[in-house]
């Protein structure tokens, strides 16, 4: 991968560590914490009230977020967003009450909005655009690696300090993962893209795009559709898939353990396929990899034995490789670099709001239909989401839809 300077490749990989950090911590807390907070008199409709407060929060506040690093520096929205959720992990090991929860979850929404976007567009500021898919493959790796290694830190913490342990593990990743960015990286970013130069106007001028413009612009449509079309999937694993296995006849260890089958393709094959994506052309890998998950989706209903199910997560995983990296390439070719960071905190909030919407449409199917139309759903959205994309892409290459950006800004 050719980046510029050493300066920009310390950057590169700080962002890289700094997101495994967060994403350890994330995953070292997010299995126990029902558990803990239960344990501090937080009964289940509050359990579910704070985890929407994390979504809501990121929602709403992503867009937002993503125009700050446009005008302040990426830099800056990266650093306050990882110390926001620092803080708030640090500040759950004090027994305050429900409704202190739900507001500290709230505030790791909004860290995670601001690191989010921020993250993303300096990935694209640095990295040529030949070479983004396999640096978004990277990026994705290194967040699933995350996933993986958070729990097994969690078992070894809990084991000395309980589920209270895993909170100041948290922190402490999160202090790691501020001082890397706040030493390694530089600036608004690290160096300008080779092809920023012919793009690039002031901030200024950015923040004065409309967001409705932008959202009904084609190019957000482009690369918003694929996301809310993985968002009614991102609801099922989130609400129902547990019980599902559990239904059954999987074990609590087989249900863990479809969750770490899933993470592990996408650590292996999110780069090769990244590239692969940079050399073939990222809308091939995006329609493939959407027709691939959908497939995959309508096999948890027709094959439901535990082992079989296992099998298949490991397929959802290799299905979503050929897809992320291809799809944050794509929205980096497309977002002008001084939008850059709101056009992708905008697209984030569209698949995070279609979450929210379908998650009790989830759990109303899961009670009252069948597994066939809980999947075939699931299947659909994909195909819908996924196939609307592609064709918009096809209709309008990505430097048509990114010169329709760049004209808002005249």
Known sequence: MYIQSRSTRYAFWAILAATAAVRIGYGAVIPGMPLYVQEHGMGTSMVALMTNAYMIANALFQGYAGHLGDRFGRRTLMIAGTWLYTVAAALFMIDGGPWFYVILRGLEGLGAAAFGPASRAYVADVVPESD??????????????????????????????????TFALCAILGVVASAMLLFLTRGRQAAPAPNAAATATTGDTAAA??????????????????GIGFAYLTGLYSVVWSLYMQAHGATVWQINLSW???????????????????????????????????????????????????????????????????????LAEVAPGVIRGKFMGLVGSASTIATIVVVPLVGYLYDHASPMWLFSLGSLSLVLGCGSAVIIMLRHPAAELRQRLERLAD
Request: net charge positive; hydrophobic share 60%; proline share 9%.
């Open 209 to 226: 795009i409309p967001t409705p413009r932008l959202l009904r612009s084609p190019a957000f449509w482009a690369v918003a559709l694929p």
């Open 260 to 330: 770490t089958l899933f993470a592990l393709p996408m650590v292996l094959f999110m780069v090769p396929f990244g590239t692969l994506a940079d050399r073939v052309g990222r809308p091939l890998l995006i329609a493939v990899g959407g027709l691939a998950a959908a497939l995959v989706t309508l096999g948890y209903a027709v094959f439901p034995a535990p082992w079989a199910l296992l099998a298949l997560c490991m397929l959802d995983g290799v299905a979503s490789s050929m897809f992320t990296p291809a799809s944050q390439a794509y």
């Open 132 to 165: 983004r898919g396999k640096a978004y493959g990277q990026l994705m790796s290194f967040d699933m690696a995350g996933v993986l290694l958070g729990p097994v830190a969690a078992g070894l913490v809990s084991n000395f300090g309980g589920l209270r342990a």
